[in-house]
DNA sequence: CCAAAAGTGTTAACAGTACACCCATGG
DNA sequence: CCATGGGTGTACTGTTAACACTTTTGG
């Protein structure tokens, strides 16, 4: 029998605080690296036979997320990002970390608290992360997850995995704002995803954002 | 210690032969699904002891598709595609699959024999391939690369590694014919690439390409 | 000289950009 | 009534798509 290397999961969090990309670090437990600062995550579940084989990755993902933060299971989006593998990235043994990225939305993110092997959990701004103070690789999978949510903002849906389930057309503008760190001029923007409602993408929703001045006529994704 | 779950490299490997886009399949010598076709791979080697932790995941790809199909290391483009690990996978015990896709020249290809855990191996079109006969969740990994690629060809790089090191316009042309399943317009195609010679992305090589009727210019993928 | 592919030119349609302007509301 | 963001109109610009056309070769 060959050895075997280990399989943890590890998670790039997002969310949208204060119109600010902000991502959640956790406060490691136990060692390696205890007491610093690691993305969320851990190891598979792995059965010992044939028939009872464990739980899924995306499984996986979504309880460790769940016990470290206390962000309840299936309200998140998730993704695979990439599976990290150099060895010697972990010290103890041989550890693949399969990376995946998540999506919470504004309303859901004041949820966050520590459990599990987290000591402390909270959200930091993606412009002011601790670059080289994280434990492992870390560093290397945000900067990965940061580059794919920037390059698929504008030709998938995630932007609506980062507002409440009906929103305005420039709180929608605020997060492609954030995530690509430039500016778009207010009706272009708007257009640009009234198109959307023509096609059925988005529809109208009952109701209005009322935020100090002028109400705003709130969307809702439907899906393509 | 928990349980370890085994973990394997699989390759998706393209390449481009008669104006066809062909992938590499390999008859099975050992069970499971000994017979059946497949696509190449086989298990990461993974070191025994915290220092010596076993070869990288880009590494064991290589060398399982260089020990299966004879192709040099080093001469194909490797990326990785996605890490498959639904529980009973594999019937034997819980096996997770780090695929790849890889691009191989059309020069290349010739070299390509069984070896291996390879009985046979070899070259079929992307439109024939047998959907129903092939091993694990191939099939599965196989739709997944296509349609990366399909994604990936028209703002990335990956079809000047399809065609040989100078090529002709129309060649290039062709590859991206193929991967679209469309046909382009040839001179608002040459346009479009002719803007990366301005760019120094391509420059013209010495030599023509003759091909019975009027030669073309050749030209060398130069990089970003 | 003819067929076929290489290579060039021209134009219309369209999407993105910039920016001017009106509208509705809370203070 | 005024400041502010919501919402609309429009002219300009660069890119793409369609297609007609010329050039160069092999047979």
Do not use: C
């Amino acid at each position: 029998m060959y050895p075997r290397p280990a399989v943890a999961v590890d998670l790039v969090v997002f969310t949208i605080i204060d119109t600010d990309l902000k991502l959640l670090l956790i406060s490691r437990k136990e060692p390696p690296f205890k007491g610093r600062w690691a993305i969320p995550g851990g190891f598979v579940r792995v059965g010992r036979t044939a028939r009872s084989q464990g739980e899924s990755l995306e499984s996986a993902a979504q309880r460790e997320l769940s016990e470290e933060t206390g962000l309840p299971e299936g309200a998140v989006y998730l993704e695979q990002l990439y599976t990290f593998g150099r060895p010697g990235r972990d010290p103890r043994t041989r550890v693949l970390s399969v990376a995946y990225y998540a999506l919470v939305r504004p309303t859901l993110a004041p949820l966050v608290h520590a459990g599990g092997d987290a000591a402390d959990a909270g959200w930091v701004s993606v412009t002011e992360f601790p670059r080289g103070k994280l434990a492992f690789d870390h560093a290397e999978i945000l900067e990965m997850a940061l580059e794919r949510i920037r390059g698929k903002i504008d030709y998938t849906d995630i932007a609506f995995e980062l507002v409440p389930e009906t929103f305005s057309i420039s709180e929608l503008r605020a997060v492609h704002e954030v995530i690509q760190g430039t500016s778009y001029d207010p009706g272009n923007f708007r257009r640009r995803f009234l198109r959307m409602q023509t096609d059925g993408i988005i529809e109208q929703a009952p109701g209005k954002r009322i935020t100090g001045k002028r109400p705003a006529r709130v969307y809702r994704f439907v899906g393509r």
